[in-house]
């Protein structure tokens, strides 16, 4: 039986942003369901239906909600649209074609959570996306999806967009709720955790946007049904993005649980590669997740996954656990790069490490200092004047800054130093022959560009500071 | 009280605290940067990470878990057992400190925290020996942040102590951190420069040469600079400070940790008011009134040419109304005679010179003298405050004439009778740092007589006074203050008085007829058998070192 898209299943079709279009399609029926049903019987549903949280970590949403304190007075639930991982764009395409589902998934979880109100915290860039989601907010609220006593149910939910400035840490969760507070978004020190002490320093529930569009459809087509799709562990549709040299690149959905080949050669996703190509590398879960090695490699005799070998691993499922055997940090936003067989590796990993250099916080010392170092070592490497001992630095660094997760305030020094370690691992023959190859003169040049590159990263302030010698302070 | 175990040691400690506070009271130095017990907790350093025990996942059995947790952020519970001593944690500060310096210039020999910074001693303790960095280091430019201090942003830890300092102790928020990662740097928003009454601690909060006080830099290297425990005469809280001084100079002055008064802060005031100290025009020498002019006199003359002359004065003689007239009653003898009692002096030379005045002249009149205030009481969100009385002894003062009893007066009450001609001889303590002679007050005193003007400075009574004597200022004596809630705190003296000047505690223990050197401590047992108020100083707990 063909798998039948449900949170894309408004892709395409005219007008689906509105409500006329959503509601002819059965849209509101879950939230109408679940408003007849007590919180606790919601939240004992999502359990039951194991439904992993979509931002990235993969924790169980049910799980996540039971942990607020029984006898709180205030929840707030703030929704994570503040997708920033590079390459994902399924929130995006979420919103764009399909913005009552979230906003549906939003009534479910707020109610369930007993919430008074919801912010969704909107990435920066989406101004577009923000105007579709404000309409069908305005939508919702005239039809009475939103405000007081919503469907006769006596259940009262505010709904409020935020946007946010453009920073990829916002999407943390609570350096999101410190953003949303009208602060640095940086994030804060757990415990307390939200779910006890979050927004404003209330109970916090702070959820993805895709795992909240799941909520109508597990509602509306029944745990039977979800539990149908997906793996052992890992339940329900989710969407995949791919892109690079693919012939499809785009946004798609499937159960969870498809190999990353499918993804890139399934004639329902990628398509295959462009011109024919090989893969060489595969970032299959976002950037922050690792990397995999792609088809240019040889098979790996049945059965064995030895990420330490130079195997092909495009067989790796991609739910919640199989990545881990190919030493991923774990699934991410399933979005996939594709890296082609004439990409220079060299290049790959300075691009990785400075979209990590621009967007760590800088309050813990590893992952501040870290993700700047690995970025000036790779563009040394990329500028020709690598040196073997470069490539156990780097490991070194990574290792360091995300040995074990959870040693930093913060994920983003793990996801920081996960893709670089196992590019560096894993593609450690690539690096050692260009460093074989470089030419000498390279070696005397490299020192100009890469200094040039450290200033590139932007400031707002400061660097050309006026201050010196006091322009703002005269002395008397 | 828990007791938890630190590297196989069993430790006991207050309820509520930090692991690595515990750890740090205990004596043990893990080296930290953001964590301040004052300050709200970050745990951004990443310094003092500790291995802990927790319960096996599956077995419940205690193992050590296999990552690091920040000791700063942990708190206390009884029976948890942590360890700083093994290689993972070890290594963990090795690399961090290697992450310090990555960017750092290593401008260690024009550094003016050389020798008192952190970063330095973390190095030498935990860091590795070289950078493995080969590549240029971001250079960050000099800042000026306000009117009193200067930001070295390249040896720029961003532990952000500084920055909670503004937002949670000064409450002002001058100071933010500005843009991302390794790019961060610490920053004043435009036109508002980093001017507080209080803004002096961010430089000792600084654990690296980062923030540095324009008035010390390149002043000094701090390990020429000795350290003496005093109290500061700034107002009348007794904010307790160390006072820095090299070759009988002051250098600087820092806070000193004291749980009962100011914890780990002191005001500006207290911080940059030492100047007048080493002012050229102090008095530094003793002066008699001989047919109209003064004459240079000896220190060893003067006991008892004041002891005779006060002596001398008999009531009445002098007196406007003339009510009281010459008697022969002894009980009225002295009655025309005055000493006013500075709140800049020590409870014990006070004590000693309401003494002498009292021994020579019982019916003379005892004034707290002239009690500067400037505004109103100044509290800070977490209750530091600053006193609007500036002067650091009113109460002690106060509390010994009380004890002396007699004839008391107000310092307005005393110029009022001094205008009417009450007094024939009035000995006048002054020591403020600033002018307190006030045209009325030399004129009020003008009608004095014999006039004795102990003082620092020239003041309008160098013309009217028949005696003066040169004073000392705080940090050239000994003693102790009685601050405004009645805590008696004693300070030490730092350097000695100019050339020509004697201690004031020495001088009216010579007056008071003894023999010998003044010693604050021998004087005040001596008060404390006559008040209860005298019987117990308070000396703050002293930080060690590494608890900074």
Known sequence: ?????????????????????????????????????????????????????????????????????????????????????????????????????????????????????????????????????????????????????????????????????????????????????????????????????????????????????????LLTRGLEWWLGLGTANSKGPKMYCISGPVNRPGCYEAPLGITCRELIYGDDFGGGMRGGKKVKAVFPGGLSMGVLRGDLFPRAPAGTIDPRQDYDELDCVLDFDDVRKYDLLGLGTAAAV????????????????????????????????GTTWMYKIAQRMRAGAGRLLDLDLLVEISQNMGMMPGMSICGLPDGAAWPVRTAVQKFRREFERRIAEQEPEAARRWTREVNRAAYELPVLQGRETTYVGGTFYQPP | MPKIIIDGREIECRAGIPVLQAALEAGLAVPHYCYHPGLSIVASCRLCLMEMKLPHPQTREL??????????????????????????????????????????????????????CYLQDYTEAHGPGSSRMVEDKQ????KDIGPHTLLYQDRCVLCSRCVRFCDEIAGTGELAVVNRGSRGEIDVFPGRPLDNPLQGNVVDLC?????????FLFKQRVWLLRSTKSVSPADSGGQTIWIDSNEQGIHRIRPRYNERVNEWWISDEARFGWKYVHRPDRLNRPQVREAGTMRPA???????????????????????????????????????????????????????LARFVRDVAPQATLVLGHVPVVGEDQTFPKGFTIKAEKCPNRRGVETILRHLGGHTADFRTFLG????????????????????????????????????????????????????????????????????????????????????????????????????????????????????????????????????
């Open chain 2, 139 to 142: 250079k960050n430019p000099k």
């Open chain 2, 63 to 116: 193992v050590w878990a296999p990552k690091l947790f920040p000791s700063c952020q942990t708190p206390v519970q009884d029976g948890m057992e942590v360890r700083f001593d093994s290689a993972a944690v070890r290594d963990n500060q090795k690399h961090v400190m290697e992450y310090y310096l990555l960017n750092h210039p290593l401008d260690c020999p024009v550094c003016d925290k050389a020798g008192e």
């Open chain 2, 298 to 352: 000896r220190w060893e003359e003067l006991p008892t040419l004041l002891r005779s002359r006060f002596a001398e004065m008999t009531p009445g003689a002098s007196l406007a109304e003339g009510a009281l007239g010459p008697s022969p009653d002894t009980a009225l003898k002295g009655r025309g005679i005055a000493a006013v009692l500075s709140p800049m002096m020590s409870c014990e030379e006070a004590w000693l």
């Open chain 1, 338 to 369: 594709v890296v082609p067989e004439d990409a220079d590796m060299r290049d790959v990993l300075v691009n990785v490490a400075r979209f990590y250099a621009l967007e760590s916080c800088g309050q813990c010392t590893h992952c501040r200092e």
């Open chain 1, 1 to 217: 039986m063909p798998f039948e898209r449900v949170l894309m299943k408004h892709v395409g079709v005219p007008n689906s942003t509105s409500l006329a279009v959503y509601q002819a399609d059965g849209g509101y029926t879950g939230a109408a369901r679940a408003l007849r049903m007590k919180p606790d019987e919601l939240v004992e549903l999502v359990k039951q239906a194991n439904l992993r949280g979509r931002g990235g970590a993969g924790f169980p949403a049910g799980l996540k909600w039971s942990f607020l304190p029984k006898d709180r007075k205030i929840t707030y639930l703030c929704v994570n649209a503040d997708e920033s991982e590079p390459p994902t764009f399924c929130n995006r395409v979420l919103i764009d074609h399909d913005p009552h589902m979230l906003l549906e998934g939003i009534l479910i979880a707020g109610y369930a959570t007993r919430t008074t109100v919801a912010y969704i915290y909107l990435r920066g860039e989406f101004m577009e996306q923000f105007h579709v989601l404000q309409r069908a907010l305005d939508e919702a609220y005239a039809a009475g999806y939103f405000g007081r006593n919503i469907l006769g149910s006596g259940y009262d939910l505010e709904c409020y967009i935020h946007r946010g400035a453009g920073a990829y840490i916002c999407g943390e969760e609570t350096g999101l709720i410190e953003s949303l507070e009208g602060k640095r978004g940086w994030p804060r020190i757990k415990p307390p955790f939200p779910a006890v002490e979050g927004l404003f320093r209330q109970p916090t529930v702070v959820n993805n946007v895709e795992t909240l569009a799941c909520l109508p459809h």
């Open chain 2, 207 to 215: 654990p690296v040469g980062a923030l540095l006080d324009k008035d």
């Open chain 2, 417 to 548: 009778q001094a205008v009417e001609r009450r007094f024939d001889a009035a000995y006048i303590v002054g020591g403020y740092p600033d002018v307190w002679v006030t045209p009325d007050v030399a004129d009020a005193l003008a009608k004095v007589e014999f006039l004795v003007v102990h003082d620092l400075f020239p003041s309008r009574l160098n013309e009217r006074a028949a005696v003066q004597i040169p004073g000392a200022t705080w940090a050239e004596r000994e003693g102790t203050f009685m601050n405004c809630d009645g805590l008696l705190q004693p300070f030490e003296r730092a350097i000695v008085p100019p050339e020509g000047v004697k201690s004031d505690g020495q001088f009216v223990y010579e007056l008071a007829g003894r023999s010998g050197l003044f010693h604050a401590r021998k004087v005040r047992d001596e008060m404390a058998a006559e008040m209860p108020q005298f019987a117990e100083v308070f000396v703050p707990r002293e930080l060690p070192k590494h608890a900074h």
